[in-house]
């Protein structure tokens, strides 16, 4: 045993000590805090700073050893801490770190310079720009001048204790970086450059680009000038670049101040200086520099954007020529400007650049030595505060470049690592100029593919700076992961967080003292730093993250002692009445305040927008919740609104009153985390009391139960104890003067407080145990005070309690509202919501005084209060009105008052109404009003009331009980049905009503058999009225008879338009068609006559009654959607674009009378509807349909414009593609449809809601109906064509437009996009237009890359369309076909679909697409050979070797000739134009040549060599085809010279060796002739004999043979009209040419006797004329020509009938091979009449004018040759006559109209009745010749067959005329029925032989259609439209049929329409079709008859 202690206390006293000791320590401890916190955490103040706490692995600067740390090596003073000892560290120098080595050095952390050792952190990078002996300029930081120095020192940190400056403690300290021996040595030596940029040091250049002399423009703005005059010129200039001469280099004026140049400038004849500063394009440049030079130097040396956009404006430079060359350049030399510059000036994508070995520009740049430059940029660029340039957009979300792996799978910083470049490595880390802030730049893939390479790398310092680098991210990752937390993120989510994971173990509280020193070294920071705010603290309290927060408050509790800011949650009048509220709208916004942490701890975090719209609709809610809902199903308020806010979530409501009242009835977010942090922080500061109010007024009820759990509160004390009520008394607006009452306890005082604050959860919970509080305090209750402060939920919550009738039967005793309830408080205050209610709740409405709410709200002085008094005193008297008002009415029946005095009274009281009676509470006809009911008045007044007054009172109430509210009024839900007894009256019985009460208009119509199926509902079935009303009254019947005659007519009016509509559709007879409109119209009016305005309030009557109008909806559409009619692209109508109405299937069918008939008596057309009509006729080709609206007669009146009509026949038309209907149109409509769509574009752009997005729709779709190249288009896409006429191969309508320079390509293709967004869902129409859309460029050779925007946007709807359609195989493939396509044509496909592409599942489009797009960039890379430089021989072989094809085309659909060019290649440009034959005029996707690709892209070279080239190509040709044709010419004249001579040696010799003897004998008998007979020869006067062998000719030829005139019918026809309308034309030229007199009187004494002579002794006729025939073209002379010519027409006439001959009456025409005579018309007139004998008659010929008199007679002698021709030698009609063939009698001549060749229209003119020419009525009779006679006359039936023109309509006319006159006197069923296959026709006719009713003109198909309606039981099962013609059978059927080659189509459809089913074989079989057997046999059909081959 050892010796027992001698010291006192022995263990006892030892702990005590050392506890002792620990309290000291504790309080020291708090001392040095409360110090700290004091100076605000200032790190600065040194002398009061708590010292800084270092860890293990931290970064420091230290000075310690002096023989280890040489200021020369910065590495032998900066390390890493690497044991901490107390107040001591134990460093490892990085030296030691590169070495290998193990040497550190022992560093007190508590000194401070000038003590030897010391020890401060290190935030720097850890390399520098520049290297030791590099020369450079440092900035004075004194007079901004720039000093020339050279580097001696890196981090010369002994520089700090040289200038006095404190060590530095965070990374927002300066640490000097270089120190510099100046060039020029003063009294310092040395500067020292605190930073390590361009602001503070900059490289000074050792080579310049220009010399002294050279003459140099330089930047105005960027220029130094020497003198004040200088600078102001320069600043004043208004060029931006002046230009100057250099007159010194490398200027340094004593060392002081440097400059790159000095320049002299002229202004005004004065010289001028100034200085430059920097050595580069964007300060100076040569004044005759290269454009294309400068720009790749100022890439080469980083300028700004500015420059780069300034050289490529003021130069013109194309860029995106060049653009690969300018990114190359941009990425060898790391410049970040340029490659923002190409990416958005120029829209070049660095994204998409990949070399061959996968690299991304970052890889590129990673292994360029300028990729520090531009990482530093770029990091500078990412900041959120750099704004000032342009940025580079390179993030892309789905592929972000940084991550992006190349061929060896490396990152672009493995490369980095991998080059060793470590400057580059560490600019890229860097927390002041890198990326280390960057969250995305740098993600953890990435960093452990880095590691792994560093780790190779087996570089020190690559390792010590990326292992800094890691511990930098983690402490800011943590610190990024709390301050970016949601709000609503739970703290135990939040710490799931893999980043947070150290805060979960045991040493959290080491980690959270790191990460808040790590928070106050940097956020101080200027630069990229993102932790410059307290908000992450702020959070921390505010929603509640109670552990973290204890973390770092334990570690540094000053980072939360600062100023709060939340929103407040205190009421603001949003749940008081609208028109009280006194709140600013915008005030819940700014309510923000600025609170401690404690109460930052009760507030907490709270943003509401609210939006005061749906008030209403939240009052009605809580309405229904306490005057409707049951407590068991809907047991308190919360429950109702989490109902509420579930059904508005359901119908996509938004109801923010109801989401902010029920988050009011709970507990807010994290209220569990900020009340552990509330007792935390209470426990902390036990001085510190909460105020009671304060969590009241701001709604956190959760307070007040923590007060009252932690005995803070004693609710059941006195409130005038309670220090925090007392003191804020006064706010309380329930106490009289702020004065508590004495007997008032905590509890009360607060639910009253509550009430004041809209605070129903506290109310509730402090009233959860006792109740609330019934006393009255200081005049008022609690529902009296919830009435005053107008809180509906309150009042709500109050009537559900115990104490409710305690509150209510109390009165107010408070001034002002003595005697008083909470009703009339609420309407005094102008609470209405709160009066209404209570009185709900059925509070008592009368005071203590008897007064009412109504009475309080009077005297209101708000005019909405007194609004509602009137109202409410207006409703209360209603009930008395309508007493009054019965009274009355029953006093004027029992008087028998007149019938139109009582209706008068009905109506104007209403007594009889029911919306009055459900007004005063009577919701049923049997409820009583002051013990009357609505049956008992209807009753007694139909009991003592006159006849008519009971029957209109009986009829208005019957026929206004359909409403909903009226059906439950008489007790009815549904009185159409039988389920409600109502009893239906069939035909039958109708008819036996209407006989029974002599309604013969009601039987006749009703016996109809349109009628068979109408019913009835029996009046007396259907409800209570006529019982009610009559009771059993023998009135009834009569009541009862005219409902049901009302009813009656109604239903013929229902039934009527049904079956107008049926027929309609079906196409039925017009005469059908007409009596049921008879009969519509007539049962309206009798509707409308015998009610009147007893029907006003029946919507079934309203809805059946009224006029027929065109139906604009079939219901029973009958055409499917792949009917040609559903395929077009109709006009748009008022109704919608369904296009069912009856107007479509008239048009499509074709029904031209029935459509006439509509468009003549039925209402409801307008304008759109016309134009669909004309359109779907043109279309379909119904000519009477198009005619009957282009040329209305005035039957009807359209609503359309004439010209839209044209415009929608033509746009029909060329959508059926008849191109040739098109050809004839003089001119055709041009829409401006791009124009158009821009117009819609603009006027909707930048809204985007549903309803703009229909309204733009509409438009769209209306620019697509109105425009003929859509329309075409759609044809050929719909396939809606004759493949005879035109099909997707020859497109010839297409071309017809294009041709006619109608539309352009551009248009065309913008009409093809529209066409795409028609149905834009479809697959299959996409494919559709995609296959057009290929048509049309092959046909039209339309060239896409001309045309990039369009084809963009076509592209773009094509990928959308075929995006996930991948079960449509076929389409998708072909679609990617298209594609492909397009790529290899040079267009670019890399843009398209991008969005889609983008977010769109992966699938067999877009793998087959993206496979394109690598397809088509491969082939782009294959141009990298020249755009790289290389070598002529290279480029040669690389296109032999087929890599690449001179066809080829670049990106921009360039060719190897535009890029050679582009690159200045004239080498290559040589060998491609000259040896492989390239185009220079080949053009681009810009339509630019080679020459224009030089010059834009600046290239001088070759813009100089193709100059050359092509002026010495035009040299070359011009003179070889100047010499070609020269000798051409001398060739031919030659060779004619030579043929000339032969021939004529040749033909003198043949005619001498074949006429010699003939010609000597002829000759001799000449001479002896002469001798013989001269003498007598010479005594003749005349010979009349022919001498011209011409006439001789023509006088034998009697006869042309060989031409068969059949075959020219059609030739001859277009001949003869286009000669008739140039005759007409001209005769319609102008006015009418009058010959002067002189020429007229000299014409006359001319005299000609041969023609005299001959005209004498050839006119073999009587001088007077009995009558006389005139032609159908002097007949339309004298109808529409002047009425002066007539009269003078009638006196020639007569004159020439009387025998008068003169020159001017009878003159013969001079040429004529006929006798042709004129005659003047007028003396002063040059009009002729040309007439001629024609055997024993006159025939007028033409009147016309002088100048066409010649052209006439060659018509006329042209006519009557082709006459001649047409009859038979005499020999030939003598044998025929002979055989029998022919008649005995000769027939006359038939003379030829001289416009055509078909008979000529002659009309006979009687002497006697010539002067009634004259006249406006006058028609002539036309002549008949012999043969049309005897047909005319002809008994019985008569068959003429004829061809086109021969007479037949004038010989049918003349018919039907014959027949009036001889029959119709003689039989009284005389009819008359005209057929034919034009309604043109048969309105010709009709107009020829005029109107009468017993003569009928009909169409062919109106026929069949009139018959089919007539015959029983006949049903149209077959509509026009469906009619097959050759055209249709070539396209639907023989086209797809196995033998189509073998039997043409032609032989396939006669033998079908011939002998299949046109044969007399055919018919017998009983379904009319040959059988086959009996077709193939010979013996049926006959051998000689066409049939198909058997064995086909």
Known sequence: MGKKSKKKGGAANKAARKEKLQERREQQLEQLDHQYYSDGGNNELVDNRRDREYFVGDRVWFMGDESYCDMHNPNTYRGVVHAVDGDFVEIKPLQSLIDGGNYTERIPTKTKPPDKKYVFPDFCDMTLRFDIGDKVVCNSSADDRWIPASVSTFWPIDEIEKQGFPLPSSAGDQVPHYRCDKLFIDDYPCIASPNDDDFDIRRRPTSFRFKVGDNVTFNSMRARGNTAAAVNHLRRSAAAWTNGKIILVDVCEEG???????????????????????????????????????LIEAIEQDCSCDHFMHLASHFNIDVTTIQDLLMTKAIEFGSYNAMAWLQHDCSVDVRVVRDKDGNNFLHMIANSPFASRFIR????????????????????????????????????????????????????????????????????????????????????????????????????????????????????????????????????????????????????????????????????????????????????????????????????????????????????ATGVLTIDIFNACVLGQYYLDLEYDGFNHYVSGIFRHFLHCDAVNCPSLHHHLSREIETSSRLSIVDDYFSYRLR???????????????????????????????????????????????????????????????????????????????????????????????????????????????????????????????????????????????????????????????????????????????????????????????????????????????????NRTKPQA????????????????????????????????????????????????????????????????????????????YFSSGSF????????????????????????????????????????????????????????????????????????????????????????????????????????????????????????????????????NDYHLHYVLGSFEMPKYVHEWQYSKSHSVSKLLLYEEEYGCDHHGAHIVLATEGYTELLRFCLSNIKGWNAAMELNVIRIASFFGHASIVEMLLSP?????????????????????????RYRD???????????????????????????????????????????????IVAVLNGYARELFDSDMDNKTTLKTLRLLVDNRIYTYDEILYAMKLLLEKEYFSIEWTACIVDLLQSVMDALRLTPIFHPDRMQEICNKVIRAAMGKDKEAGAVKFILGFFEKLASDGVDIQRMGEVDLRYSEQGDFKMGFINLQQKQLSDWS??????????????????????????????????????????????????????????????????????????????????????????????????????????????????????????????????????????????????????????????????SSSTCWADIREQLIDIKVGLDDEMLDDTDQRLSKAMEEAVQEESNEGNDEFVPDEMIEFEELVSDDDVANEAAHKLDISTQWLSFQMTSHVVKFLQQGDKKYRSFFVRRMRQLALGERSRILQKPLKGSKTLIYETYLEQKSGHRILWTQENSSIVIWYVAKHKQVSRLMQLIDDSKSRSARQHMPDSLVNELQSEGLLPQNKSKEVLLDIFGNVPLKVYDVNFNTINEITKESWTPQLHLTDEERDIVEADGTVLVLGRSGTGKTVTITQRLEFDRQTEAAQDPSFTQLFVARSMRLCRYVEGAVGEDNRTSFLTYARLLNDIESILPGSTRNFNPSQRIDFGRFKRDFHHHSSFNEKVSALISWTVIRTFLKGSIQAFQPPDGILPLDEFLEVEKLGKNRCRVPAEL
Not at 1245 to 1264: H, L, P
Not at 1491 to 1499: H, N, R
Not at 1556 to 1575: D, I, K, P, Y
Request: aromatic share 10%; net charge negative.
């Open 256 to 294: 002081l101040d440097y400059a790159v140049y000095e320049c002299s400038f002229k202004v005004a004849a004065k010289k001028y200086s100034c200085l430059i500063n920097d050595d580069d394009d964007e300060h100076i440049a040569l004044v005759d520099a290269e454009p294309r030079e400068r």
């Open 1422 to 1583: 294959r141009f990298d050979i020249v755009k790289k430089g290389g070598s002529l021989a290279d480029v040669q072989a690389f296109i032999k070797d087929g890599n690449l094809t001179v066809d080829s085309r670049d990106q921009g659909g360039i060719l190897l000739t535009h890029l050679s060019a582009a690159y200045d290649r004239v080498d290559l440009l040589v060998w491609l134009v000259v040896s492989e034959g390239m185009d220079l005029n080949a053009l681009d996707a810009q339509h630019r040549t080679t020459l224009d690709v030089a010059k834009a892209s600046k290239a001088s070279s070759a813009t100089k060599w193709i100059v050359e080239w092509k002026a010495k190509t035009i040299i070359g040709s011009f003179l070889r085809r100047s010499y070609y044709h020269t000798m051409h010419r001398r060739r031919l004249q030659q060779s004619n010279d030579a043929a000339t001579l032969i021939q004529s040696v040749i033909r003198a010799y043949a005619i001498r060796k074949i006429f010699a003897n003939v010609l000597v004998r002829r000759l001799e008998e000449s001479q002896h002739f002469a001798s013989v007979w001269g003498r007598a020869i010479a005594s003749l006067d005349d010979v």
């Open 1222 to 1268: 098109l050809e004839c149109l003089a001119t055709m409509p041009k829409d401006s449809i791009i124009e158009k769509g821009s117009d819609i574009k603009r006027r909707f752009e930048g809204n985007d809601s549903e309803d703009v997005w229909v309204k733009r729709a509409v438009c769209v779709r209306r620019i697509m109906s109105e425009s003929l």
């Open 664 to 874: 009011l009835l709970e507990d807010g977010d994290h209220v569990k985390g900020r009340q552990n942090i509330l007792d935390y922080l209470l426990l902390k500061h036990k001085d510190v009391r909460l105020g009671v109010l304060f969590p009241l007024r701001h709604r956190q009820c959760w307070v007040l139960r923590f007060m009252v759990d932690k005995k803070y509160l004693d609710l059941e004390g006195l409130a005038v104890k309670e220090n925090n009520l007392v003191q804020d008394a006064s706010t309380l607006s329930f106490l009289n003067f702020g004065q508590i009452p004495p007997n008032m306890t905590v509890r009360c005082c607060l639910s009253f407080a509550a009430v004041q604050y809209d605070d129903l959860q506290s109310l509730e919970w402090l009233c959860e145990s006792f109740g609330a509080p019934s006393d009255l305090i200081d005049g008022w209750n609690l529902l009296h005070y919830s009435a005053y402060m107008g809180r509906i939920e309150i009042i709500g919550w109050l009537s559900t309690q115990p104490v409710w009738n305690a509150l209510v039967s109390k009165a107010s005793s408070r001034k002002n509202f003595g005697g008083a309830f909470a009703v009339h408080i609420a309407a005094s205050c102008g609470h209405l919501h709160a009066c209404d209610l209570l009185i709900g709740l059925n509070v008592p409405l009368e005071d203590e005084k008897g007064h009412l709410p109504e009475d309080y709200a009077k005297n209101s002085q708000h005019e909405f209060v007194r609004t509602w008094a009137a109202n409410r005193t207006a």
């Open 965 to 1096: 509210i009226a059906q439950k009024f008489w007790g009815r839900d549904d009185w159409s049905t039988d389920r409600n007894g109502s009893k239906r009256l069939s035909r039958d019985d109708l008819v036996s009503f209407a006989k029974e009460r002599g309604y013969d208009d009601l039987v006749d119509q009703l016996q109809l058999e349109w009628f068979k199926d109408i019913s009835c509902v029996d009046p007396l079935t259907r409800n209570s009225i006529l019982e009610s009303a009559l009771g059993n009254d023998e009135r009834l019947v009569n009541v009862r008879a005219a409902i049901l005659r009302i009813d009656i007519l109604a239903n013929i009016v229902d039934v009527s338009k049904s079956t107008m509509q049926d027929i309609l559709n079906r196409g039925g007879s017009v005469d059908e068609l007409g009596v049921l409109l008879r009969i519509n119209a007539e049962s309206n009016d009798a509707v409308a006559a015998e009610a009147g305005d007893m029907l006003t």
């Open 377 to 588: 940029k770029l990091a500078e660029m990412s900041d959120f505060r750099a704004h000032g340039d342009v940025k580079l957009d390179i993030d892309d979300f789905h592929n972000p470049p940084f991550k992006e792996l190349n061929n060896n799978g490396e990152v672009w910083l493995q490369s980095l690592v991998r080059r060793g470049d470590v400057k580059a490595l560490d600019a890229a880390f860097s927390p002041h100029s890198g990326l280390a802030w960057s969250t995305h730049f740098l993600y953890s893939g990435v960093l452990e593919l880095l590691a792994a390479s560093v780790k190779e790398s087996n570089n020190r310092m690559m390792q010590y700076i990326f292992d800094a680098f890691v511990s930098f991210r983690n402490i800011y990752q943590q610190f990024h992961a709390i301050s970016m937390a949601f709000d609503k993120t739970s703290e135990e989510v939040l710490l799931q967080d893999e980043r947070l994971a150290v805060f979960r173990g045991e040493d959290a509280e080491d980690r959270a003292k790191l990460m808040i020193r790590f928070y106050r070294d940097w956020k101080d920071r200027s630069g990229p730093s993102r932790i410059c705010s307290d908000s992450t603290f702020h959070d921390l309290v505010h929603n509640g993250r109670f552990r973290l927060f204890q973390l770092l408050y334990e570690a540094d509790r000053g980072l939360f002692e600062i100023d709060y800011r939340a929103q407040s949650n205190e009421d603001h009048q949003q749940f008081i009445q609208e028109e009280l509220r006194t709140s600013a709208k915008n005030e819940l």
């Open 1193 to 1217: 007669d005035g039957a009807f009146t359209l609503h359309s414009a004439e010209k839209d009509r044209h415009n929608a026949a033509i746009v029909g038309a060329g959508e059926a593609l």
């Open 882 to 957: 309508l007493l009054k008002a019965l009274v009355e009415f029953l006093r004027l029946v029992q008087e028998r008052k007149s019938v139109s005095e009582v209706k008068d009274f009905i109506i104007s009281s209403r007594c009889l109404e029911i919306d009055t009676w459900r007004k005063c509470d009577c919701f049923s006809f049997d409820e009583k009003l002051a013990g009357v009911t609505f049956r008992d008045a209807l009753h007694f007044c139909c009991e003592h009331a006159d006849f008519e007054i009971v029957k209109w009172i009986c009829v208005r109430h």
